[in-house]
């Protein structure tokens, strides 16, 4: 039977109860009146019949006028009972009129009414008591209140998560944020239980059906909550799926210290794997009481590393950032956050080593974290010596005024582009990890790297980017159809940049860690899913095509080189990587970098390219005119 003749037939058998039990019970009424007074009267069962009838009419006009046959039993809360009581005061209002109008009242007598309506409002709430005792065990459910604005949701969650979902859902203060229906358990379920008085619908092969179903009783579609381990990428994507095609919104179901809370779904429920909740205490340890300095600060990393510190107990921060902007925005948010923390912005730019010597001195850090970089790829291609000077000049100076001004520990910020680079970003990033790792042997800077993917929501990052775009009304813009990369979210990158500071304590080594990203996310899968968390139908109601990659993009990234092997940490998702042989540095390195950075510095694109190329040998410069020109 389909979901739409189905809930139409439960409405029709809802009002036909009500309206039947209404016609009985003033039928019982008059009968139990004439039985206590002198009598039923010539013509007793004519005149019974007519007034049950019209009471019984009455009640069919109240009840659907008032949209008591909607209801749905095994879902009956205070609200509806209210309703009910309303309905039946419309039906009294109604049917003394009609009565009035057939024999102006004679013969009807009048305290039958009364008797009438306890009769039938009896029977009312008994059928619906006896219907959640059967499906919810808890009958007098429709006597507990609920908030009058909470919508109607079906609740998608784990067994053994849902009771605990539902227990602090009933004991919500102020009523809960949702009134859920019923159940939909997504690691499989058996139809016709219930947990905590909520029915269980049955699996997610259900959710599309129950959608249905209830959204002709309640007359719109009703929400889908997702709480727990459910908000992962393979459960979330089927749900949105599901629910986009029966116009239903899909909401988080979130905690904090006040209770449960709705939230929109985010595009962090479509990793690969749940967000890691990480051990502090190595944190705290680490930074409690130090004095940090952040280039960057103002940066989507560098705004969160100085978030995260500041919660850690920092004793003092200092802001370096070359963006007024960005550098105004996060000290105001650290200054509104933390109003008792000392707090130092400084505007400065990393290549200016005059400046950061200056900026390092007057703040006089325990600690370093360089996250200043330019990182978007086309760009880079395109102002490929600006890519040069940051991310290779900036990091020289930054680790060796960190030398030359004591600091106990350096971190760098590097990226899963500097493996096997094909574009100019990936394989400055590389050199700086070369140059970092010769440049402190033999120092007492302890020195740690750590290489990650793409972050959620970062600037120039592909979901802020798909963000304007549905909100542009499309389309949405691919490179290529086959395109995946590794995503994180930006709270857990920083948490696992600062862990990796942590792990490594060892003066004169720079070592190298590797985050866990999951698996890695195609982004076509990605744009359908963001599409379907706005609530529309991918290719029907926002577009989607492909552009072709842009210079130095490819199809997919990688975290490791073939010739390094990974070691466990003890840190969840944070690994270390090793080469599988000790190098030197080669001879003329560091000269080679000095003239790298003069060729940048006069803007000489093509030789700065060829250099590079030489210091970074798993990097191909593209071929420029002048190239094929002579090769001509």
């Given at each position: 039977m389909k979901p739409e003749v189905e809930a139409k037939r439960a409405m029709a058998l809802t009002l036909g109860f009500d309206v039947a039990a209404a016609f009985f019970a003033m039928l019982i009424a008059i009968f139990i009146r004439w039985s206590a007074t002198e009598g039923a009267p010539p013509d007793a069962w004519v005149a019974a019949l007519f007034a049950s009838g019209a009471f019984a009419v009455a009640a069919s006009i109240s009840f659907f006028l008032m949209r008591?046959?909607?209801?749905?039993?095994?879902?009956?809360?205070?609200?509806?009972?209210?309703?009910?009581?309303?309905?039946?005061?419309?039906?009294?209002?109604?049917?003394?009129?009609?009565?009035?109008?057939?024999?102006?009242?004679?013969?009807?007598?009048?305290?039958?009414?009364?008797?009438?309506?306890?009769?039938?409002?009896?029977?009312?709430?008994?059928?619906?008591?006896?219907?959640?005792?059967?499906?919810?065990?808890?009958?007098?459910?429709i006597f507990r209140g609920i908030r009058a604005d909470a919508p109607p949701a079906i609740l998608v969650a784990n067994a053994h998560e849902a009771a605990d979902v539902l227990r602090d859902l009933q004991a919500t203060s102020g009523g809960a944020p949702v009134r859920i229906l019923g159940l939909i358990e997504a690691d499989g379920a058996e139809p016709g239980r219930a947990i905590r008085g909520v029915p269980v619908f049955g699996g997610l092969n259900e959710l599309g059906k129950m959608l249905d179903l209830l959204g002709v009783r309640y007359n719109a579609s009703p929400w889908v909550a997702v709480a727990g381990t459910v908000r992962e990428r393979e459960t979330m994507n089927a749900v949105l799926e599901t629910a986009t095609q029966h116009g239903s919104e899909v909401m988080a179901l979130g905690a904090d210290r006040e209770g449960l809370h709705l939230q929109r779904v985010r595009p962090a429920d479509l990793l690969a794997r749940p967000v890691r909740k990480l051990d502090t205490a190595p944190l705290k340890a680490l930074l409690e009481g130090k004095r940090i300095f952040v280039t960057g600060a103002g940066g989507t990393i560098g705004s969160q590393l100085v978030k995260q510190c500041a919660d850690l107990g920092a004793a003092h921060l200092t802001l370096f950032d070359a963006s007024e902007f960005n550098l105004y925005e996060i000290d105001l948010t650290l200054r509104e956050l933390h109003p008792t923390l000392d707090i130092?912005?400084?505007?400065?730019?990393?290549?200016?080593?005059?400046?950061?010597?200056?900026?390092?001195?007057?703040?006089?850090?325990?600690?370093?974290?360089?996250?200043?970089?330019?990182?978007?790829?086309?760009?880079?291609?395109?102002?490929?010596?600006?890519?040069?000077?940051?991310?290779?000049?900036?990091?020289?100076?930054?680790?060796?005024?960190?030398?030359?001004?004591?600091?106990?520990?350096?971190?760098?910020?590097?990226?899963?582009?500097?493996?096997?680079?094909?574009?100019?970003?990936?394989?400055?990033?590389?050199?700086?990890?070369?140059?970092?790792?010769?440049?402190?042997?033999?120092?007492?800077?302890?020195?740690?790297?750590?290489?990650?993917?793409?972050?959620?929501?970062?600037?120039?990052?592909?979901?802020?980017?798909?963000?304007?775009?549905?909100?542009?009304?499309?389309?949405?813009?691919?490179?290529?159809?086959?395109?995946?990369?590794?995503?994180?979210?930006?709270?857990?990158?920083?948490?696992?940049?600062?862990?990796?500071?942590?792990?490594?304590?060892?003066?004169?080594e720079a070592s190298l860690y590797v985050l866990d990203m999951g698996d890695p996310i195609r982004i076509r899968t990605l744009a359908e899913s963001m599409i379907r968390m706005k609530g529309m139908v991918p290719y029907q109601d926002i577009k989607i095509k492909t552009t072709g990659l842009r210079p130095g993009e490819k199809l997919h990234e990688e975290l490791t080189y073939?010739?390094?092997?990974?070691?466990?940490?003890?840190?969840?998702?944070?690994?270390?990587?090793?080469?599988?042989?000790?190098?030197?540095?080669?001879?003329?390195?560091?000269?080679?970098?000095?003239?790298?950075?003069?060729?940048?510095?006069?803007?000489?694109?093509?030789?700065?390219?060829?250099?590079?190329?030489?210091?970074v040998p798993a990097y191909t410069p593209p071929v420029s005119d002048a190239d094929v020109m002579r090769a001509s």
């Open positions: 008591v046959h909607r209801q749905v039993w095994r879902h009956s809360g205070w609200p509806d009972a209210s309703r009910i009581i309303q309905a039946v005061a419309l039906t009294a209002l109604v049917f003394l009129p009609l009565l009035f109008v057939w024999n102006r009242l004679v013969g009807f007598p009048r305290s039958s009414l009364a008797l009438a309506l306890l009769i039938w409002v009896t029977i009312i709430f008994l059928g619906r008591m006896v219907a959640l005792s059967r499906s919810t065990r808890r009958p007098f459910q130092s912005a400084q505007i400065g730019d990393v290549r200016d080593k005059n400046r950061l010597r200056q900026a390092v001195l007057s703040a006089q850090p325990d600690i370093m974290i360089h996250a200043a970089a330019l990182k978007h790829v086309p760009l880079m291609e395109l102002n490929s010596c600006e890519a040069i000077l940051t991310n290779v000049g900036g990091t020289i100076n930054a680790a060796d005024i960190a030398i030359e001004c004591g600091l106990e520990r350096f971190v760098f910020i590097s990226t899963d582009k500097a493996v096997d680079p094909d574009n100019v970003m990936g394989a400055t990033k590389r050199l700086a990890e070369l140059a970092l790792a010769y440049r402190v042997k033999g120092t007492h800077l302890a020195v740690s790297m750590v290489r990650f993917g793409n972050v959620l929501g970062s600037s120039g990052s592909v979901v802020p980017l798909f963000e304007r775009q549905i909100a542009a009304g499309g389309p949405l813009t691919l490179t290529d159809d086959q395109v995946s990369r590794y995503f994180m979210t930006v709270e857990e990158a920083a948490s696992l940049v600062l862990q990796g500071a942590a792990h490594n304590g060892s003066p004169g073939a010739n390094e092997r990974l070691i466990e940490t003890g840190i969840g998702g944070l690994n270390k990587v090793a080469p599988r042989s000790r190098k030197q540095e080669p001879v003329g390195f560091s000269a080679r970098i000095e003239k790298l950075l003069s060729v940048a510095g006069d803007r000489q694109q093509d030789e700065a390219l060829v250099l590079l190329g030489q210091l």
